[in-house]
């Protein structure tokens, strides 16, 4: 499930960059839409990465935060994607920096979501137990030899 939508793209940027950041063809007059995907796809795991370890996945609502941190992420991989040389945005790289930061903060406990978080096992990984008969030979047994 990604935490954002393909209509959610166009907030952050207009229509015209979207197709020069996603389209390879100069000539194209719409967006790349499995190139959008591919960024949101970035993003999502990036979140995913640094919120599993607090809240259980899949979220069952994302919070404004998510969607705003998602975007900043999906930005900055489509401007990645430009040729070589070509400096990226001051604004695209800072904003990504501040969800980076931002979700380090969630993953760290410094910063939390308004979601419920996963039960103490579920953030331990559980609990591991093994059975076994009794012993044949006991300490007192194997210090007589």
Do not use: N
């Not at 990465?49 to 899949?58: C, F, G, I, K, V």
């Not at 999906?74 to 931002?102: F, T």
Request: aromatic residues 8%.
């Amino acid at each position: 499930m990604s935490y954002t939508t393909e209509a959610e793209q166009y907030i952050l940027c207009d229509e015209r960059i979207l197709i020069q950041l996603s389209a390879d063809d100069v000539q194209a007059t719409e967006p790349d839409y499995d190139i959008l995907a591919e960024s949101r796809a970035y993003a999502d795991a990036q979140i995913d990465a640094r919120l599993r370890q607090r809240y259980a996945l899949p979220l069952a609502s994302v919070p404004r935060e998510i969607k705003d941190w998602s975007l900043a992420l999906s930005r900055l991989w489509l401007y990645r994607r430009r040729p070589e040389g070509q400096e990226l945005p001051p604004a695209v790289v800072s904003a990504a920096q501040e969800a980076l930061d931002a979700l380090d903060a969630v993953r760290d406990g410094k910063l939390s979501l308004d979601l419920p978080a996963p039960s103490e096992t579920a953030i331990a990984g559980g609990r591991f137990q093994v059975t076994a008969p009794a012993r044949l030979f006991t300490a007192d047994k194997l210090a007589s030899y």
